[in-house]
């Protein structure tokens, strides 16, 4: 008796210091966003918000952030769609070499990310070359670059809905009189939509959120968030950072929210 | 409404066969069922029918048609299906509606006969409801109120009641044969329990490893199988190896001489004795005067089953349980017992 309530103290202690491990950086960076002083020291002196009001004020980070949100929601919107026709085909249809189809589309999910940015870096000089034009720091470049972020996590989300999808539904809609086509759009479709809503914020969030996949492929005026915070932070180190990690984490954290509403992203991350 | 027809009908992926040369006719409202252990090929028979598999070989006929290579859209079947299958984002009401739908029918008639077959499967009340918020008997009352509403030429069944806890299978059970009565409907039903298939069909097919056994009714498959398979799967059944000896009864492997009246076959050859349970007469007997010994008793209630080793033959006996005081009441196992049986009551099939 004594034992066993030993050993479940012992589990729980353990899976709250887990947690507080990962959690400590997360809430130290949001508790001293607020801290008045430049240099972080404790207790802090007062407590302020002139850091997001500064970090708002640095053109860098506002353009950044606009960056970002415009390559996340384009990266989206090109890999949602694709990514769902490649799961559909994935699962239902009988062309050869699924396996490897598969891995190829899951592929860039294990090729680190500095990897893949040098490479595709190397790709847009010679392309730029070939084509004479701009690829490297431009909107479509960087966006391009994402859709390989956004397809792998599209396929992989989507695929994860439609096995657990009820295929008898649609042989009823079939049997009730509706041809291929309109058995797609007014049962397989609406009953992936979970499926493709989670894909939609979660590839939303890998592409806010990159930052080494993209790191080379930015420039002078054409940044994105994660890499203006990074260039900020070889310069200075006060607060105004935190304050803009604060903003992400919120973003990120409320979409996550969402995501795991629609799909449970245990099951698939 | 119409009649459905199977000839020949023939199922093979590479080289097996799932189900071969199946001959039916179901006539305009009649209730059949296709009864047989798992992977026996009724359900792929059943989705022949449908439009789901294309057969290898055969024909599939509906009112006088033949629909054998139409796609399952263009069939006017009705389904239900195990699962249900309702559509988890449209309101019952919308479910209902679906195929109406799809044959353009116009949205006040629509309206109408939605609510007409909601009211007879006593759901009209929760139109409005997702499927997600209604019970399991109330999903598959759903789901035969969708299936109804179009007047489907042939009404399928596929296990309509497995996934149904047992006191909601005996209800839908019955308002789904009620139902098929009333509207007269031309039914299939798909089933691996034979209580159900003895209470709803009017006919029912046994098959077996893609072969169908025997066509009757009830009655006819209880009281005449034509097969050692059938006389097992339909009821209980003592069914004992051996061969015939002329007049002098069946002798069974084990030894012990069985009389029987259908023993007119050639002595010699091999056969199968099939006693029904319920037909043996067990007395209490003096000890070392029996052929039979008792084995085992086990008390079921209303009956009594018994094991009797009948001269190196086991047989099972069930009874009705002896009233509180009978001599039998007290029988134990090692035991010697009397066994009898009308000798018309045995029948000699041939061996598998």
């Known amino acids: 008796m004594g034992s066993l309530l030993l050993r479940r103290a012992f589990y729980r202690g353990s899976i709250a210091f887990a947690f507080l491990l990962m959690l400590a950086p997360v809430l130290t960076v949001i508790t001293i966003s607020f801290f008045r002083q430049e240099i972080v020291t404790f207790p802090p002196e007062a407590l302020t918000l002139r850091w997001y009001v500064n970090a708002w004020s640095q053109q860098e980070f506002a ?44 592929g860039p999910l294990a090729v680190p990310g500095v990897v893949g940015g040098t490479a595709l870096f190397m790709f847009y000089l010679r392309a730029e070359f070939w084509l004479d034009r701009d690829i490297t720091a431009t909107l479509e470049g960087l966006v391009a ?26 042989e009823a809609a079939a049997n009730l009189g509706a041809r ?11 009953m992936m939509r979970p499926g493709i809503v989670a894909a939609a914020l979660f590839s939303f969030i890998q592409s806010f959120e990159n930052l080494e996949l993209t790191l080379l492929l930015v420039g002078p005026g054409r940044t994105t968030l994660p890499v203006a915070m990074l260039s900020y932070l070889e310069f200075r180190m006060d607060p105004t950072l935190s304050a803009v990690a604060t903003v992400q984490i919120v973003l990120v954290a409320a979409l996550m929210l969402l995501t795991d509403r629609f799909v449970k992203l245990s099951r698939v991350v | 409404m119409g009649d459905l027809v199977l000839e020949a009908l023939t199922k093979r992926y590479g080289g097996t066969v799932a189900v071969e040369d199946v001959d039916l006719e179901v006539r305009q409202g009649e209730m059949v069922a296709l009864l ?31 629909v054998t290579r139409r796609p399952p859209y263009a ?67 759903v789901a035969l ?72 009714t009830a009655e006819e498959l209880y009281e005449s199988p034509r097969d050692p398979f059938v006389a097992g799967f339909v009821g209980r059944c003592n069914l004992i190896e051996g061969q ?88 134990a196992p090692g035991d010697a017992v009397a066994l009898t049986w009308d000798p018309a009551a045995a ?6």
């Open chain 2, 244 to 331: 015939p000896e002329g007049t002098a009864g069946f002798r069974a492997r084990g030894g012990a001489l069985l009389p029987c009246t259908t023993a007119a076959a050639p002595v010699g050859t091999g056969g199968v004795l099939a006693l029904r349970p319920e037909r043996i007469a067990l007395a209490a007997a003096a000890p070392g005067e029996g052929a039979a010994r008792l084995e085992a008793v086990t008390y079921l209630g209303a009956q009594t089953e018994y094991v009797v080793d009948y001269a190196g033959t086991s047989l099972v006996v069930i009874r009705a349980t002896p009233p509180e005081g009978d001599p039998l009441r007290r029988l």
């Open chain 2, 36 to 66: 047989g252990p798992s992977g026996c090929g009724k359900t792929t028979t059943l989705r022949m029918v449908a439009g789901f598999i294309t057969p290898s070989a055969g024909h599939v006929r509906i009112a006088g048609q033949d």
């Open chain 2, 145 to 216: 109120a969708r299936a109804l509403v179009v007047n489907p030429a042939v009404f399928l069944l596929d296990e309509p009641l497995s996934n149904l806890d047992a006191k909601l299978r005996g209800e839908v059970r019955m308002e789904i044969r009620s139902l098929q009565q009333r509207l007269g409907l031309t039914t299939l039903i798909v089933t691996h329990d034979q209580e159900e298939a003895l209470t709803m069909a009017d006919r029912l097919v046994v098959m077996e490893r893609g072969r169908v056994r025997q066509v009757g």
């Open chain 1, 180 to 190: 291929p086509l309109t058995v797609f759009w007014r049962v397989t479709l609406p």
């Open chain 2, 75 to 141: 069939r006017d079947t009705g389904m239900v299906f195990q699962s249900y299958a309702l559509f988890p984002h449209m309101s019952v009401a919308q479910n209902v509606a679906f195929g109406l739908e799809m044959r353009r029918v116009g949205r006040t008639e629509r309206e109408t006969r939605v609510m007409e077959a909601l009211r007879l499967v006593r759901l009209d009340h929760l139109a409005d409801r997702l499927p997600g918020q209604l019970s399991g008997g109330q999903q598959q009352r």
């Open chain 2, 347 to 352: 029948r000699l099939l041939p061996a598998q």
């Open chain 1, 63 to 106: 353009r950044g952030f606009v960056t970002s949100l415009q390559v996340a929601a384009l990266a989206t919107l090109i890999g949602v769609p694709l990514g769902t026709a490649a799961a559909l085909a994935l699962q239902r249809s009988r062309i050869r070499g699924k396996g490897a189809l598969n891995a190829l589309l899951l």
């Open chain 1, 145 to 170: 670059a994402h859709v390989l972020l956004t397809i792998p996590w599209s396929v992989r989300l989507v695929s994860a809905s439609l096995t657990g999808l009820d295929r008898s539904a649609e």
